[in-house]
């Protein structure tokens, strides 16, 4: 399903190259929820962003349902994301002027006039993870925990094969964290959805099926 | 303080393109105000200095009437208590024949013989080693010779015994170079293009013979003052001369260009303004951005003023860069626009030189100084709201609450704003200067940008589905963002809009002269050919012609009939008006002027009998009316004339006194004319017309002749209209400009705004060209909605200006003329710009990697 091959990344913003993941290789199966551990700058985001076609990696390669990312340019990789992968944000990231239905909505719309059975999913989506009544509202109405189930459902929406989730509770509080991800996992789990969710929590890891490790750009323990 | 200049400095240097683009837009602000204010000074003083020049020790000036001074008065004057000494001198600028068009020489007749005291023994001056003439003798016995600046020869390569010809009313005349003057005294005049003749062989050179321009006085002792015995001296003359200071001449003059200045002056206002929108809205944006800094610079105990010092100095920085570009520029947009401005000038209104203009000291600083001015007081509002932040919120990066503008607030304001406006445009003038019009506009300005974030909050919606319907999803972001922060958008919206109406308005108001013009010339101006020397500027550049050659050409086959034109700039109640003399009865058979007062036929009656007609502008701007008299210095003193009509006329802004040309002949003892229209046999074939024109060049070859069309009047005139508008499209280009560079700032400062919100889009699957067209797409809103603030904006700014501002100022009243074409100009051209503003930041907002967007904070 996913196949992260030998992949390093070095960024070199700064003066001094920094080397985020030196040589990580892991494969992720259909269905699976993963989540990746480890230490702050042990390079859990990196390997997120390299799996979500967000980034591209300085060697190696990433695929998803075999297609290489390496073959892609950046339309099709952007035309990957809104198909085939659902994203969820420690900072909710949602457009402050769409509604959250619209925002539901977003990748569909980016796609053209959404289809009536995918407005009707959002609409679904939106019920299940309890704001029915919220359609309508702005996220700047919404709280902390509401946006974020917006934003779930967000990644839901297209039915995509796999959702990456970087930090999702990180900013909530705790009780509000353990309901999203029960939801994150229900709906998951509902559409045979692959998860991948980076996050500090041990709480949050043990939802997972599957903890990959990760200590200064190595995977130290792959589940 | 250093601290903070620190904090500012290294901010400024670290958004390299940001800083730029601001100093860049005060740059070119202050680079208008700056060239005009040169262009002001260098015409105020080129007249300064040739009056000061030639009048040098003169304490007063002698003058009479329009065709000068007797000779029989100068032993009058000479005679009078209190004159110590008296010299007359002929003063005239002469068209050169056979050089580039409109290249002129002032000519300066001086009695170099009887003279010593005012102008020194130029031909043998005993203070320089070498006397300027060989000869002076030869110099003496000759018609031919002068004596010419060194900076006069040099310009056009002319040695001692080289000649030249000028167009006199004699006909064209050699005249030979006998000494050069160094560039002091007279020679220093009128940039240098100055010669000098014996004053008795200029009278014969120039067809003056008897008469005089001046008589310079000195007078005796210090004792009273100058205005007390000049007092004693007009009683002691009599009635026919003029007595008056020299320096009194260059003040009518000076007030003769207050239309003309006027409008430079409000144009440049309005380009600081738009500058000053910049400045505000780059500020405002600082302050958005750095709410973190703000809060940790007030956590740490900086006070609420030293926030505020912060921003407004930091705006004053950029205004001294800015400021110290845009003088520099200045200077080289006003060598640019001087060839222009002198030529509008010249035709207009007096026959200026506008020679090298000079980077002045005074006027460079004046202008820098007004850019830190005005950058520092634009940054005031902003930097309240800077001081406003609270600590707490700023250190925790609460991301910027949503703006709240009160469109409540904002309505009232705008409300009083429009009405102030209504209120002040009809107010009289002030010392000449249409004051109530001229902050009318400025006002109206106000008003719409007050209301401009109303106008983008009801106008969103509208804006997002259309946008939506043509750019997608984008599209339809693009216009909400627009609405999101309506108070810094709508800054960037009013300066664009700003530039908009200026040139709707200046568009429309030309479109209004020019129907004016057009139908004017319809009516008024019939005849078939017009003859005239050097120049179809009646009255300004032209050269007088003897009258016998409208009997010549009356004479010729195919003529039907001629009207001999005499039009010369007089004093008119202390101020300058064209005295206009023709033959009424010729002139009323074949045109059909229209009269606001009075009508043809008591103008064919009574100004034969020494009545006159005066022009509706100067019958507005003296308040006279049908019945009322003037008062006109003649040869014989000064004399009443009964007004019969009153007519429309847009020669001069100066205003007409129309008389009979056998009245004025007699009254003024004048016999040249400046022109001859000529009405052709109807039904007159081409080839005849073309043999016609040739013949009358042919039979007076020495007099430089014109023979124009009536269509090429016509054609001069609109030319006329659009060179003197030219200067004004130079600033809206500019005002477009500096506009341009705000939508390009909100952009940018937007763009990196919502970083983190372009990461999510790409993230969710947003292509790059979709990120791109979402800031397109908002750039080109920006400037439709600058269109919905700038083409009202325009049109009333059009309406104050036409009613008002040019009424008072000129006394035309010219019709209020929409000009679609402007306004359709106006608005693809906001629009086109504002998108090709938008291409950067867009480019910019597409190279975002997502991973760094979503990283950023």
């Known amino acids: 399903m996913i196949r992260v091959e030998r992949v390093r990344k070095i960024y070199r913003e700064g003066k001094v190259p920094v080397e985020a993941l030196r040589g990580v290789s892991v494969e992720i199966a259909r269905g699976q929820f993963v989540s990746i551990m480890g230490p702050s700058g042990s390079g859990k985001s990196t390997l997120l962003n390299l799996i979500g076609a ?32 659902g994203f969820v944000f420690q900072f909710f990231n949602l457009m402050p002027t769409l509604t959250a239905l619209e925002n539901v909505l977003l990748p569909a719309l980016l796609d053209g006039r959404p289809s009536r059975e995918t407005e009707e999913r959002a609409v679904k989506l939106l019920e299940h993870v309890g704001l029915a009544g919220r359609a309508s509202h702005r996220p700047a109405e919404l ?8 934003a779930i459902a967000r990644a839901l929406v297209t039915r995509p094969p796999v959702v990456l989730a970087d930090e999702p509770t990180g900013n909530l509080d705790r009780q509000t964290g353990r309901e999203v991800l029960a939801l994150l996992r229900l709906e998951a789990r509902e559409s045979g959805t692959t998860v991948v969710m980076v996050t500090h929590d041990p709480e949050a890891a043990a939802v997972a099926d599957r903890t990959i490790t990760l200590r200064d750009g190595k995977i130290v323990e792959a589940g | 303080m250093r601290l903070l200049l620190a904090i500012s400095l290294r901010r400024l240097l670290a958004q390299p393109l940001r800083t730029s683009l601001v100093a860049a837009g005060i740059a070119l602000g202050v680079a208008i105000l700056c060239s005009f204010n040169l262009l002001r000074s260098e015409i105020d003083e080129s007249f300064r200095k040739g009056i000061d020049a030639i009048a040098g020790k003169a304490d007063l000036e002698i003058s009479a009437g329009p065709t000068g001074v007797a000779e029989e008065a100068l032993e009058r004057v000479r005679r009078a208590p ?136 000195a007078l005796e002792g210090e004792g009273a003052s100058v205005d007390l015995r000049a007092a004693a001296l007009r009683r002691a003359l009599g009635g026919d001369l003029r007595v008056e200071r020299p320096a009194s001449r260059g003040e009518r003059v000076a007030r003769m260009l207050l239309g003309f200045r006027t409008a430079l002056s409000f144009a440049s206002g309005l380009a600081l303004i738009v500058a000053m929108f910049l400045v505000y809205n780059a500020v405002s944006i600082a302050v958005a951005e750095r709410r973190g800094e703000i809060g940790l610079l007030r956590a740490l105990g900086g006070t609420l003023a030293q926030v505020r010092r912060l921003f407004v100095a930091e705006a ?71 001081a406003r932040v609270a600590p707490a919120e700023a250190v925790r990066r609460s991301p910027p609450r949503p703006e709240t503008v009160r469109d409540g607030r904002l309505a009232v304001a705008g409300g009083c704003a429009f009405a102030a406006s209504a209120a002040l445009a009809p107010l009289p003038m002030v010392r000449d200067v249409p004051v109530g019009g001229l902050l009318s506009s400025l006002v109206l300005v106000l008003g719409f940008s007050l209301c401009a974030p109303i106008v983008l909050r009801l106008s969103a919606p509208a804006l997002a589905r259309v946008a939506e319907r043509i750019a997608g999803l984008p599209g339809r972001l693009a216009a909400q963002n627009l609405a999101r922060l309506p108070g810094r958008t709508a800054v960037t919206v009013s300066a664009l809009g700003v530039a908009a109406a200026l040139v709707i308005s200046v568009g429309s108001f030309v479109v209004s002269i020019k129907t004016a013009v057009h139908q004017w010339i319809e009516n008024s101006v019939r005849a078939d050919l017009i003859v005239t020397a050097s120049s179809p500027w009646l009255g300004t550049t032209n050269t007088p012609i003897p009258s016998a050659i409208a009997d010549d050409v009356r004479r010729m086959p195919g003529v039907a009939a001629v009207d001999p034109l005499r039009s010369l700039h007089a004093d008119v109640s202390g101020q300058r008006a064209v005295l206009f003399a023709h033959d009424v009865v010729t002139y009323e058979r074949y045109g059909d002027p229209v009269y606001t007062a009075g009508d043809a036929e008591t103008v064919v009656r009574e100004l034969p009998r020494g009545a006159i007609a005066v022009s509706s502008n100067l019958a507005a701007r003296r308040k006279l009316g049908v019945g009322d008299t003037l008062t006109l210095d003649t040869p014989a003193g000064a004399r009443d004339f009964r ?86 499209g130079s600033l809206q280009l500019v005002a477009l400009i500096v506009a341009i560079l705000g939508v390009l700032n909100t952009l ?24 791109r067209v979402a800031v397109i797409t908002e750039a080109t809103l920006i400037g439709i909605g600058s269109s919905l603030i700038g083409v009202p904006a325009g049109l009333i700014l059009h309406f104050i200006f036409t009613r008002y501002v040019n009424y008072q100022t000129s006394g035309f009243m010219f019709p209020y003329t929409i000009a679609w074409p402007a306004i359709a100009q106006a608005t693809i051209g906001v629009g086109v710009v504002a998108a090709l503003a938008g291409i950067y930041p867009a480019r910019r907002a597409a190279r975002l990697q997502p991973t760094a967007a979503l990283r950023a904070e």
């Open chain 2, 82 to 217: 209190g004159v110590a000494h008296a010299t007359p001198v002929l003063d005239t600028v002469a068209n050169l024949v056979g050089g580039p068009a409109g290249d002129s020489v002032r000519v300066v007749g001086i009695d170099l013989l009887g003279d010593d005291y005012f102008f020194g023994d130029l031909l043998g001056d005993r203070s320089h080693d070498e006397a300027p003439v060989e000869d002076p003798l030869a110099f003496l016995n000759s018609t031919e010779s002068v004596l010419v600046a060194e900076a006069f020869a040099r310009k056009r390569g002319l040695g001692v015994g080289a000649s030249f010809q000028v167009a006199t009313p004699a006909g064209v005349r050699p005249l030979r170079v006998r000494g050069l003057l160094p560039m002091e005294g007279v020679a220093d005049a009128y940039g240098g293009d100055v010669a000098v003749m014996d004053l008795y062989a200029m009278q014969i050179a120039f067809g003056r013979e008897g008469r005089f321009d001046r008589v310079q006085v």
């Open chain 2, 643 to 728: 007004i019969v009509a009153i007519f429309v006329d847009y020669t001069s802004d100066a205003g007409m006194v129309r008389f009979d040309i056998g009245v004025y002949r007699q009254v003024f003892g004048d016999s040249l004319i400046d022109a001859v229209d000529v009405y052709l046999v109807p039904g007159l074939p081409a080839g005849k017309v073309r043999a016609l024109r040739d013949q009358i060049l042919r039979r007076h070859p020495g007099h430089d002749l014109r023979v124009y069309t009536n269509r090429d009047l016509r054609e001069i005139s609109f030319g006329i209209v659009d060179q003197t508008f030219r200067v004004l």
């Open chain 1, 54 to 85: 967000l980034d591209r990696p300085s060697e190696g390669d990433v695929s998803l349902e075999s297609r290489a990312y390496s073959s892609l340019d950046d339309d099709q990789l952007s035309l990957l994301r809104r198909r085939r992968i």
């Open chain 2, 748 to 771: 940018v400062a937007a763009v990196i705004d919502r970083t983190r919100e372009i990461g999510m889009l790409r993230a969710v699957g947003a292509t790059r060209r979709q990120v």
């Open chain 1, 143 to 150: 709280s902390g925990g509401e946006m974020q189930r917006v």
């Open chain 2, 316 to 386: 004053a920085l950029l205004g001294a860069v800015g400021g110290a570009a845009g003088a520099g520029l200045g200077v080289l947009l006003a060598r640019l626009l001087a060839g222009n401005v002198g030529e509008s000038v010249s035709s207009l209104y007096v026959r200026v030189q506008v020679g090298t203009i000079e980077a002045r000291p005074g006027v460079l600083a004046s202008s820098a100084a007004f850019g830190v001015v005005s950058s520092a007081l634009a940054a005031i509002l902003p930097a309240r709201a800077a």
